[in-house]
């Protein structure tokens, strides 16, 4: 089943503009984490948050989270169309031995 | 450049025939991983190892999937009798899972086995 619900399902928009993906889980987490598939590939890890940060930057992205609404946001600044690919979050429960649960994803498609 | 690695990376198949996939984790790493993924459902847990023990794979249709572990650097997934239903794109990945917190954090996905059953 999946924890994580990423929010738009699809996003379209103009290099050089900002891209942000929302996402909401439902318990409690010890991290979240954001990948990236380009198609016909596999998964790439972009950004981890643990449950005790608000807010993470790595190069062009910026994570937020909010333990008390649940939710976490993906932001990407000044976009360009190699960042054309399907976002994914997903959850690590606070309990030894589990896996982590993904969401469905954000398709976004940036052109030029 | 350390990488999991998976075979094959295409595999076309007629129903009731056995298919199995295989996957090279990343060398040290102790936790595996099986996803399935269709535009439908997503990206699904099948199954995952730690330390080559299976921890849960109940994702996973037990009346024709099996997962295993043979050695660390070797994880199998087997459909028999395949399938329509089961035509996905079949992900392995792979994490270091520290003993003593016990959370996982990053995980390594292999380019997947596009599986088609026909």
């Known amino acids: 089943s999946q924890q994580g619900e990423e929010d738009p399902q699809a996003l379209s928009i103009q290099e050089g503009e900002n891209a942000t993906m929302n996402c909401s889980y439902k318990?409690?987490?010890?991290?979240l984490q954001w990948y990236r598939q380009n198609s016909g590939r596999g998964l790439v890890h972009l950004i981890l948050?643990?449950?005790?940060?608000r807010e993470k930057h790595s190069g062009r992205l910026r994570v937020t989270l909010d333990t008390s609404k649940k939710s976490s946001s993906l932001l990407i600044t000044a976009s360009r169309a190699a960042d054309t690919a399907s976002y994914f979050c997903?959850?690590?429960?606070?309990?030894?031995?589990?896996?982590?649960?993904f969401g469905k994803g954000t398709t976004l498609s940036v052109s030029s | 450049d350390a990488r999991v690695t998976q075979t094959p990376r295409h595999k076309v198949t007629e129903m009731g025939q056995e298919v199995t996939m295989r996957c090279q984790p990343i060398?040290?790493?102790?936790?595996v991983f099986w996803y399935r993924q269709t535009m439908m459902q997503g990206l699904e847990l099948l199954a995952y190892?730690?330390?080559?023990?299976?921890?849960?794979d109940s994702g996973m249709p037990k009346d024709r999937f099996s997962a295993e572990m043979p050695d660390a650097t070797l994880a199998t997934l087997k459909i028999q009798p395949s399938e329509p239903r089961d035509s996905a794109v079949y992900f392995c990945?792979?994490?270091?899972?520290?003993?003593?917190?016990?959370?996982?954090?990053?995980?390594?996905f292999g380019p997947g086995t596009r599986l088609l059953v026909l």
């Open positions: 990945a792979s994490g270091l899972v520290p003993m003593a917190q016990g959370i996982l954090e990053t995980q390594y």
């Open positions: 318990t409690s987490i010890n991290n």
């Open positions: 948050i643990r449950s005790n940060e």
């Open positions: 997903a959850t690590a429960a606070n309990q030894a031995g589990t896996a982590l649960i």
């Open positions: 060398l040290g790493h102790n936790t």
């Open positions: 190892f730690r330390n080559r023990a299976p921890l849960d």
